[in-house]
Structure formats: C-alpha cells, structure tokens
C-alpha cells in the first residue's frame, strides 16, 4: 500500500508540472500502478475466511478507484490486470470494470465500475455498482440502477441501437451457490450520466424479458458467446449472440436447474432486427447463419 500511494503522489507531481503531461510519462506511471494493482488483487485469495478475503478486496478495490480518477487513466487499457474483466464501450464512451471474490460454499461477490470520461481532457468520472444479489429477486427483476446490480462478471458487450438510443448486451456469468451457475445476457445503457440494468429489448421467445437468464448444472459449462459477422442479411453481415441449448437430463427434472446440461452439438442464437433481439433456433456454430 506504501508502495501504490508512492507512485500515486509521483504521478500526481508529473501531472502538476507540466499543463499537457507527455504521454509516454503518463503511462510509464500507470504501468508502474498497475503492477501493483496486479499484485493486490492475487492476494485477495490467499487468506482461508470470506471475512479477511473481503477486507483484501476492499483495500484493492479502493486502490483500482484512486488510480482510474487519476488525470489520464481512461487513456491507459489496464489489460494486464487478469483478475478484473474491462469492457470498453464501442463508441468509446466508458468502460465497465468487473470482478469477484470467491466465497466459502462456493458462493461469489460481485463488484463493479463504470468509468466516464468527462468534458474536461483527460479526466474521468466513477460509477460503483452495488451487488444486490441478496437483497432482491434478481431473477425476476425489471429495471435496476448502480445501487440495485444483479452482480456478474461480464466479459463480453454489444451494441445495438433501439427506441433511438443507444444500448449494449452484456454477456455474464454469475455464480451465487453450490448447485447452479448463471449465463445471463443484460441489456445496458447510460444516460444523462446514470447506468441504467435490463430492458425489454427482446423479441419472439423472449418477448418481455429484461434480461436472459440460463441457470444450468454447476458440475458443466456452458457457451455464450457473441460470433461477429455472423448473421447475413441483405444489408451486409451482423454479430450474432450464440449459445448452448439446455436440457434437463431427465424430463422428470425439468424447472430443477442443478440437473440442466448443454445439449450436444445444438446452438441457438439471438439476432437483432427491427429493433428487437430476436430467437433463431439450431444455428450451425460453424457457418455464418443467412437471415431473410
């Protein structure tokens, strides 16, 4: 921590004595930082009680903050810190910051950010998300804020343009107990500054959702992935979201997802069209699905 808050007041000096900081100094220091972060977040789960490797977490987490409110940070891609998914917005207009901290009991809590760049050069603006996995039926849940966050680790994003606005698919995964594990596709925007969670941006299937949820055996794994250039129309060619189909192993267990598998070799998609994601069943994996 002495050494992080070292290279913090060294950064803060460059930035102090020059109005324009050289970029190449700029990112020597955020390099510097960044190995440190790296070195906080592998001892996060070095100590056995939930309770110590929270309190890990958090001197880490603080760290992470202080380090993208500094001057340039937005800049700086941070893609050696392994532990922390960032997805960076397509139009370049903020990047989410998402991890978790494995639990005894094989739970997980989940912590996130979103960094803003502002209309000062080179600056930036936080938003924490809060995970409220405990606190609300996340399942079921309409539209959430920063403070109301289903929690999940996201490591992939889409963007698609509806009701004149732009949105974004965030693919997840998310862990909460022994039994199951959870894809989940969340539809996100930001707007007038605020992170807005699920929309029903869905269509055919799905019609009505906020969000996708797949719930299957935590002893598997399952795909989701988004496939660019996928889905061929006339207008030219489109990602495509694709994901494993889930079963229950036996009819007699369905609705009991700790008993839900992928099915071999069988994959649907979603495709966007007139403003709706929409559901396309058996989709060949291996070749660029054709649209009307």
Known sequence: MVQFLLIISLLATALCTSDQPDQEQLFAAFTAEEQVLMEMAQQIIVPASDAARLEQNEIFRESLFDVLSTEGSFAYPFDSLKTVSIQTCPLGRFRMFTWYVPLSGQRFHYFGVLQLPTSE?????????????????????????????????????????????????????????????????????????????????????????????????????????????????????????????????????????????????????????????NLMRDVDARLPERGE
């Open 121 to 277: 050069p080179n600056q930036a603006s936080l938003i924490e998300f809060r995970d409220a996995t405990s606190e609300i039926n996340w399942r079921e849940a309409g539209e959430l804020g920063p403070e109301q966050w289903p929690g999940a680790w996201y490591y992939d994003m889409v963007h698609f343009e509806a009701n004149n606005s732009d949105w974004y698919l965030l693919l997840g995964w998310k862990g909460d107990n022994p039994l199951t594990r959870v894809r989940i596709i969340e539809p996100f925007g930001v707007f007038d500054g605020q992170a807005l969670f699920g929309a029903q941006v869905f269509g055919q299937s799905y019609e009505g959702m906020w969000r996708i949820i797949f719930e299957y055996s935590s002893s598997v794994s399952m795909s989701l992935l988004v496939e660019d250039d996928f889905f061929i129309t006339e207008s030219g060619r489109h990602d495509m979201v694709v994901f494993d189909r889930l079963a229950p192993l036996q009819e007699r267990l369905k609705g009991n997802f700790q008993f839900y598998v992928p099915e071999a070799n069988i994959f649907d998609g979603l495709y966007f069209s007139e403003g709706k994601w």
